[in-house]
């Protein structure tokens, strides 16, 4: 079965830095595409960004300039660099296996993902 497992999370100083690691197993992990998302407390999912099995890397609007998603495929690993980190980007970060169905389409919908990890949560204090 397919499963993903984030770590990397932990507590950081407002402007510090993070990464995020998303390690993949059971399935081929180099031809599916991998998102990243983030949830805060009482507020839904948030798509931060995605990397699709061509190393092409799409992002939302509001994270454009802090946030870089990459992948090493013969670790079968995704990653999420987070820089300048602020309060309010306190959550819980998930990685998701895109659906093959939607490929290509729908990257920032969390419905259009079929495997999800646990979580590792971020705190960023002032």
């Known amino acids: 079965q397919p499963q993903l497992v984030e770590s990397g999370g932990g507590l950081v100083q407002s402007g510090g830095s993070l990464r995020l690691s998303c390690v993949g197993s059971?399935?081929?992990?180099?031809?599916?595409?991998i998102g990243w998302f983030r949830q805060a407390p009482g507020k839904e999912r948030q798509w931060i960004g995605a990397i699709d099995d061509n190393d092409k890397s799409t992002y939302s609007e509001s994270m454009k300039g802090r946030f870089t998603i990459s992948r090493d495929n013969y670790e079968k690993t995704a990653y999420l660099q987070m820089d300048n980190l602020k309060p309010e980007d306190t959550g819980v970060y998930y990685c998701?296996?895109?659906?093959?169905?939607?490929?290509?389409?729908?990257?920032?919908?969390?419905?259009?993902?079929?495997?999800w990890g646990q979580g590792t949560q971020v705190t960023v204090s002032t």
């Open positions: 998701a296996r895109n659906d093959y169905r939607f490929y290509g389409r729908g990257d920032a919908d969390p419905k259009k993902y079929d495997t």
């Open positions: 059971g399935y081929a992990f180099e031809y599916y595409t």
